[in-house]
């Protein structure tokens, strides 16, 4: 029977999910499908995924007829026995007798040897706005630029604090000084990628010279991050992804914190640099 992996959370999770199911179709040599139950129910978050150029033959669709009514039956089981044979969640053991797989599966390991193929799924359907495309064009130009992804909303909200936490400005002044000792620099030209433009005004003017990119959707903010060699992210699956697409020969900075029960070495991938 096909697998099925449920998607869930923003667009950097998302594209772990369609990650892992690129690793499921490889590992388990099946027909993988994305469920999009959990996504449609969710007033906070869209389908970000579609505005990728994804593979046609991959189907994003709703549970029905004999999958819903079995997922429906492991759900029963499990909330009476608490097992469910039929059901792997993120960081339990990968079974092979799984059909239903539900987690965010933030794990580089998974990846390796289907990360080629991951980076061409990951294609925006239609370009940014020209003006949008001028304005990174013009901080790629420049020499010794850097992208800073500062991700707040929700993370500084309680409970979601607790678990992922809000990284701290030092931690992106610390990062930029970073930088420039090791591109043998005094000045660089800073974009920042936010959720936040209050927040980065009030802590950086002064501080930095940057200019806030604001003119693009979440997926043409991710893709044009990735442009740049050099990036400080925040402890977000977003940023991660937006590194991880960055071209080679890139120095990538992360904080030494990643979310609760997960250390940041475990997220890191080779020759990325955590800011202790």
Request: hydrophobic share 40%; charged share 25%; aromatic share 14%.
């Amino acid at each position: 029977m096909e697998k099925v992996i449920f998607l869930k959370g923003g667009l950097g999770n998302q594209m772990f999910q369609w990650a892992f199911l690129r690793y499921i179709e490889r590992e388990y040599e099946v027909t993988a499908t994305l469920s999009r139950d959990y996504i449609d129910k969710d007033v906070l978050r869209t389908l970000d995924l579609e505005l990728f150029e994804l593979d046609s033959e991959v189907t994003i669709s709703l549970l029905r007829g004999p999958r819903k009514l079995l997922f429906f039956i492991t759900r029963v089981i499990s909330k009476l026995t608490n097992i469910n044979a039929l059901t792997c969640v993120s960081g339990n053991f990968l079974s092979r007798r799984a059909i239903f797989f539900d987690g965010y599966w933030q794990n580089p390991r998974f990846y390796s040897e289907v990360f080629e193929k991951i980076c061409c799924d990951f294609t925006l359907k239609s370009e940014p706005s020209p003006g949008f495309n001028a304005k990174c064009s013009a901080q790629l130009l420049k020499r010794n630029s850097i992208a800073i992804h500062i991700r707040r909303g929700d993370y500084y909200s309680s409970p979601a604090n607790e678990k992922y936490r809000v990284i701290r400005h030092n931690y992106f002044l610390d990062a930029v000084e970073f930088l420039k000792t090791k591109l043998s620099v005094n000045k660089v030209n800073i974009a920042v990628f936010t959720d936040d433009k209050e927040w980065v005004k009030k802590e950086f003017d002064g501080k930095l010279d940057y200019i806030i990119m604001d003119e693009g959707s979440a997926t043409a903010d991710l893709i044009m991050m990735s442009s740049f060699r050099n990036i400080i992210i925040s402890n977000s699956s977003f940023s991660w992804w937006a590194a991880a697409l960055s071209p080679q020969g890139k120095n990538v900075v992360m904080p030494e914190f990643w979310v609760e029960g997960v250390p940041s070495q475990a997220m890191a991938l080779e020759n990325w640099f955590i800011l202790k």
